[in-house]
């Protein structure tokens, strides 16, 4: 029996090979699988440490903390609001000790909040990690339990984010990251990759999973819909079916497209197992024309898994060559050409390819690399390839700059058609080439691509050299360039069309003018205007500025401003303030979040301790990835029961203007709302747990992390307020709303939505914008 085992299901893989019975349920250490995100907020690039431990290296996340780590010393550094998000072929389970072990390359104090995730969006915000500080550049082992977690769901992923710039990376070095999983033997197919769910798959994955217990054979089901893995449909044809290894390479896969794959276990004999192990399947006398080995029952139906290939391909980004010699065995040099790596300028990351070039009548200069094996840009759906460029102004040059492409039989050569001037400025261009142009090659069959310098035909005696940069060689489908964008394409994929106007009809007739009901409110608790200070208008539990927070115009006077960095305020007499609160709350803000880095923004937040407590309240707005998240958690002890949480319609809902937010809890009823400009916004119920516990509270920092952005007008009462009481609050007794409308389908810009802006999504109906 012929098996193919992976780094990333090793763990199931073993139990397979070796001893023939395999226990049913065991706890075992595993490096993670699959990286299911790493977040760059400043698209600086990632570096870290190399298999040498020498800094700063470019690395690639994927390559370094999936699977066991290339080296000791090597490492991914993530400065602050970096994150990377790891799944492992497994739910994680407590056992006895520590059920985590973090290595951090460098003693210098750095922090990380770690997170457990079921890697689809749920989280649970698990400790603050912080490494020795003895400034010298060893690693710590930094081990966690996740003993008595209240999670309602099962944790198979950990995020890691960063904290802080210490250390002399600066930042968090992740060396690897091990956590004990339930590795349950199944007798379905499990761990796939790409995961389900995957995004930016590379076209040319190569599909791969963990067998079930005792499966002999294998039988693959794959395609763009979700008819290809029914109940109905057959199994590929090529390799025949069943197949021997667990793996499947599906060949080149097209852009932006998801597909489907689900793999039936074929086991030499009957299993005596419960039915809620696995679906079984009930024909299994023949699997696409071939006699199936065993009785029905011993043939296994898997999961659908699906995944989305990536919007392009980048041929090379020059990122990972060590030294010019690494280049010069990949790119081949012809005529008049030297070519090496160049560290400035660089296009996006770390690196650029250097191109010295000299030509005349007689000689030309050529770089040139061969794929092996070929590649199938057809089957990708390839229409763009681009590449940039950098030129230098002392660059001689009258005659041709060219991109040939080879399929073998035959080559197609592009003259750059710009102006040749552009060699001489120091900026980057790009070099964009429409493959539908080349009718000669056989897309489906790309051997070779060059860059080039040569004579103008049109001037056959011209003479030239100097040095250019190259970077990004990419390949894409058509493109939804900028400049060809309609006004309605409000999804910004250069097509007006039902998702567009599904968009415009969810803000129908709405407006940014508003007048509400009010009525006045009782006093409330605290109030903080901010106006030039951080005292409380309403009693004595004035605020304590940390950092330095500064002031700006705001709603109603002046507003704070926070870094996101260092600044906060901490509220004196937080336990008298809140002893008078238990049962009900409102907690009301005017909020300008700033287009920055930072995802993980905490409005304010109660007493809590990292590892040891959970807040009993806390605001999140912004969280994580665009759109953002938002998070109101209030209740002691914290649980998931009593929290309200959601992803934002738009980013404009945190960041880029003012918004009123009223985030409400009334205990005995279990209900928890939050409004937003004077409109409730979101609502649950079952969240009855009191609101006690709380002896510290801050403004601009917590849980999550700090806030980026301004507050104004914060107030605390110690009841519910009704949307009039919030209307008065948010306006100051007017009723009256006037804010530019959250939604992008204003297109006929007076703050409403309308048949004007119909008419000019209907200009644009169903046409393509796209190209080529």
């Not at 999973?209 to 005792?214: E, L, R, V, Y």
């Not at 294998?218 to 090529?238: C, K, Q, R």
């Not at 079984?280 to 898994?305: A, F, I, M, N, Y």
Request: aromatic share 14%.
């Amino acid at each position: 029996m012929k098996k193919v085992c992976t780094l990333t299901c090793a763990v199931f893989c073993l139990l397979t090979l070796f001893g023939g019975d395999i226990f049913a349920e065991q706890a075992v250490f595993e490096y993670p699988y699959y990286l299911v995100d790493a977040y760059d907020p400043d698209d600086s690039c990632w570096k870290g440490m190399g298999v040498d431990g020498t800094w700063p290296v470019p690395v690639d996340p994927l390559r370094w903390l999936v699977g066991p780590p290339p080296s000791a010393v090597s490492g991914v550094t993530l400065p602050t609001e970096h994150w990377v998000e790891l799944r492992f072929c497994g739910s994680l389970v407590d056992g006895p000790g520590q059920d985590m072990f973090l290595i951090e390359q460098g003693q210098c104090g750095e922090q990380a909040l770690i997170f457990l995730t079921d890697g689809a969006g749920q989280e649970y915000l698990l400790d603050i990690v912080t490494a020795l500080d003895t400034q010298e550049p060893n690693s710590t082992k930094i081990g966690l339990d996740i003993a008595g977690i209240p999670l309602h769901f099962s944790p198979n992923a950990v995020r890691i984010l960063a904290l802080d710039l210490e250390g002399g990376s600066p930042g968090f070095d992740i060396g690897s990251l091990r956590v004990r999983v339930h590795a349950q033997c199944q007798y379905i197919a499990s761990c796939p990759l790409p995961c389900d769910g995957a995004k930016n798959v590379p076209p040319n994955v190569v599909l791969s999973w963990a067998s079930g217990c005792s499966a002999e054979k294998h039988i693959v089901y794959f395609g763009s819909s979700l008819d290809n893995v029914g109940a109905n449909a057959l199994p590929v044809s090529n390799p025949p079916q069943p197949q021997d290894t667990n793996s499947f390479d599906p060949g080149w896969l097209e852009f932006g497209k998801t597909y489907y794959w689900r793999i039936d276990e074929v086991n030499p004999a009957p299993i005596e197992v419960t039915p809620e192990v696995s679906p079984l399947v009930e024909d299994t006398s023949r699997v696409g024309g071939q006699l199936v080995r065993g009785r029905p029952d011993s043939l296994w139906k898997g999961t659908v898994w699906r995944f989305t290939v990536a919007d392009h391909l980048v041929l090379d980004n020059f990122e990972f060559y060590r030294n010019d010699d690494e280049i010069y065995q990949t790119w081949k040099e012809k005529g008049r050409a030297r070519v090496g790596i160049a560290t400035n300028p660089a296009y996006k990351c770390w690196q650029s390819m250097q191109f010295w070039y000299y030509y005349e009548p007689e000689f030309f200069a050529e770089v040139s690399r061969t794929f092996d094996p070929p590649q199938d840009w057809a089957a990708m759906g390839a229409k763009v390839l681009e590449l940039f460029f950098y030129g230098a102004a002392d660059n001689s040059f009258d005659g041709q700059m060219y991109v040939t492409i080879g399929d073998g039989s035959v080559t197609a050569s592009i003259p750059y058609p710009g102006d040749p001037n552009d060699l001489t400025k120091q900026t980057w261009q790009l070099f964009r080439i429409g493959l539908q142009e080349l009718a000669e090659l056989n897309l489906a069959h790309i051997e070779t691509i060059a860059i080039g310098f040569r004579s103008d035909p049109a001037k056959p005696l011209s003479v030239g050299s100097g040095i250019v940069y190259f970077d990004y060689l990419s390949l894409y489908p058509s493109l939804c360039l900028a400049e060809n964008r309609p006004d309605a394409d409000f999804n910004c994929d250069c097509a007006v069309n039902f998702e567009d106007l599904k968009e415009m009809t969810a803000d129908w007739l709405d407006t940014g003018y508003h007048i509400y009901p009010v009525a006045m409110p009782k006093p409330p608790l605290a109030w903080y205007k901010f106006d030039g200070d951080t005292n409380d208008s309403a009693g004595s539990s004035h605020g304590v500025p940390h950092g330095s927070p500064t002031y700006a115009a705001g709603v109603f006077g002046q507003a704070i401003s926070f870094d996101g960095l260092n600044d906060s305020v901490t509220i004196n007499g937080a336990f008298e303030l809140f002893s008078k609160i238990n049962k009900k709350i409102t907690i009301a803000f005017w909020q300008y979040g700033k287009d920055s880095p930072h995802h993980t923004d905490t409005i304010c937040c109660s007493n809590y301790t990292y590892g040891i407590r959970n807040p009993t309240i806390a605001i999140n707005l912004g969280c994580w990835q665009q759109p953002g998240k938002y998070n109101w958690d209030c209740g002691y002890p914290w649980s998931f029961d009593n929290r309200l949480s959601g992803f934002h319609g738009h980013k404009r809902e945190w960041t880029g203007r003012w918004n009123h937010w009223a985030f409400t809890k009334d205990a005995t009823t279990g209900t928890m709302q939050i409004f937003l400009n004077g409109v409730l916004y979101d609502s649950r119920t079952g969240a009855d747990s009191p609101i006690s516990q709380i002896s510290s509270f801050e403004i601009g920092s917590g849980w999550y992390g700090r806030y980026d952005g301004l507050l104004d007008d914060f107030r605390i009462y110690d009841y519910v307020l009704s949307q009039p009481e919030i209307a008065y609050v948010a306006t100051n007794g007017t009723g009256i709303f006037d804010l530019p409308l959250l939604s992008p389908a204003d297109l006929f810009a007076d703050n409403r939505i309308n048949f004007y802006d119909f008419a000019l999504l209907a200009t644009d109906w169903l046409d393509n914008h796209l190209w080529p």
